[in-house]
């Protein structure tokens, strides 16, 4: 059942970036902010975790 849903969900994330619903630009939103998330003491000490600025 795990890898039906596995397979269910991989070709999902491919139609969601063949039709523009997923972009570059969304993938590094999410990349920032889970490393804001994960990381969030950095932030409390001034790293800049803004990914290319």
């Given at each position: 059942?795990?890898?039906?849903?596995?397979?269910?969900?991989?070709v999902?994330?491919?139609v969601?970036?063949?039709?523009?619903?997923?972009t570059?630009?969304?993938?590094?939103?999410?990349?920032?902010?889970?490393?804001?998330?994960?990381?969030?003491?950095?932030?409390?000490?001034?790293?800049?975790?803004?990914?290319?600025?």
């Amino acid at each position: 059942m795990s890898l039906i849903f596995l397979i269910y969900v991989i070709v999902g994330i491919y139609v969601a970036w063949v039709y523009d619903y997923i972009t570059p630009a969304l993938l590094k939103d999410l990349a920032e902010a889970l490393l804001a998330i994960f990381l969030w003491f950095l932030i409390l000490l001034g790293v800049d975790l803004h990914l290319g600025g």
